[in-house]
């Protein structure tokens, strides 16, 4: 999926650039000296906001990446450089954006997999949490019963009583 905040941003940026060059000193009713006119502030502001729309963009195509890897190994480093961000400043996007920090947002969608899949009783946990891209069963035993305030076993079990 390729998202382009240029796409929507870029006309709006565009046009008001067009507008602080083509009249950069129309007088305003009590401009001061050396201030920039209305139409310079809506060009920087059309810069702000295409900020905004990069950094949601990013965030969107991060959470897409971890949706579809997190079974595998995922770091910081390796998400915010394929949307071409530093780890630091990726870091702190994804608290914005979702309040969690990348590690935290990373095992709760592990978790709620791994929730789904200890719905079906044929599965052994220890299977379920590599699946979901635990590297050991203890690691998976301490974040789910973080998360979700009891152990794997015992969420299966509820699971199962109420099917019954």
Known sequence: MNISPCATVGPVLEAARRDATTNPTTPLP?????????????????????????QQAA????????????????????????????????????????GLNFVDYVARLRVEKAKGLLENPHFRVGEIAFEVGFQSLSQFNRTFRHLVGMPPRDYRALFTKSLS
């Open 30 to 54: 009590g401009r001061i000296a050396n201030q920039p006119n209305v139409v310079g502030l809506r060009a920087i502001m059309a810069e702000r906001a295409f900020a905004s729309v990069h």
């Open 59 to 98: 965030t969107v195509i991060a959470c897409e990446i971890i949706e579809k890897e997190y079974r595998g190994k995922l770091t910081l480093g390796g998400v915010a450089r394929r949307v071409n961000f530093s780890a630091g400043y990726f870091s702190m996007l994804m608290k914005k954006a979702t």
